[in-house]
């Protein structure tokens, strides 16, 4: 039964898409804009300086590449971590989503998945590519696999730093909390940690690894070797935060009442 469901809710998406193809083109489009911004502020950079701590324009922009698939990815799956405070606890929806055989945190991600951030991964991946011929990089049979996992990986650390402060909800009153906050700090993660000092380094690394979620996998397939042991982290770290994450909605959860509570 509970594959059923999760059947439905992937096939009334999909049918809500195609009820409103424009809308869905135009998003999309949008959303691909807002990952140009991203890359107009390097090149803009670099008509200043040569390098960025020693890394090259070419460099940067392949950072930034794969920093978009992850990221476009946490916004497709994960979008319904925005909801869980407002929609979900605040305003009861949790009571619903509850009483199905489903596990609930899955259901609200289900119910607000989006494909429209989709552009941006396929930017990403066309500015890696960019980037690597650039560099005069040619791709070695293990790392489209490499590249998976390691998505995968990025992806699960957001999933799970942004599951945790929805999460909060359960106690603190207000219907956003510090996740605008914890979101706007993401771009970080896009640039080499050296151009840092030593303690946000150290925090983008091992408190807020955003760093895993761009720079250090993304470092791997420029041929920064010297990176790989922190790149190869990356689907330890996301497991490792996402199950931190899940346990910590579980907590929460198992303290809810209802709303009329």
Not at 206 to 221: D, E, N, R
Request: proline share 4%; charged share 15%; hydrophobic share 50%.
């Amino acid at each position: 039964m509970a594959r059923e469901i999760v059947w439905n809710y992937l096939q009334q998406y999909v049918k809500t898409k195609l009820a409103y193809r424009a809308d869905f083109i135009i998003e999309s489009i949008a959303d691909l804009l807002y990952q140009a911004v991203s890359l107009a502020f390097v090149l803009i950079v670099f008509t200043q300086v040569p390098d960025i701590a020693g890394w090259t324009r070419d460099e940067i922009i392949g950072i930034v590449g794969y920093f978009m698939v992850p990221f476009a990815l946490f916004n497709c799956l994960f979008r319904g971590s925005w909801y869980i405070r407002d929609q979900y606890i605040v305003e009861g929806q949790l009571d619903r989503v509850l009483i199905r055989p489903v596990n609930p945190l899955l259901q609200i991600y289900l119910e607000m998945i989006e494909l429209e951030p989709l552009s941006g991964a396929v930017f990403g991946i066309a500015l890696m590519g960019y980037a690597r011929s650039r560099l005069g990089i040619e791709l070695i049979w293990w790392e489209p696999l490499v590249f998976v996992i390691l998505v995968a990986g990025s992806v699960l650390v957001y999933g799970g730093i942004f599951t945790a402060l929805a999460a909060t909800g359960f106690w603190a009153e207000g219907r956003s909390g510090v996740s605008p906050l914890i979101y706007n700090l993401t771009g970080y993660g896009r640039y080499p940690v050296s151009i840092y000092k030593g303690a946000v380094r150290w925090v983008l690394t091992w408190v807020i690894p955003f760093a895993f979620v761009g720079f250090y996998p993304g470092a791997l397939f420029l041929r920064h070797d010297e990176l790989a042991l922190y790149a190869g982290l990356t689907p330890v770290v996301g497991l490792v935060i996402f199950a931190l994450g899940y346990r910590y909605w579980l907590y929460g959860l198992s303290r809810y009442r209802g709303t009329g509570s």
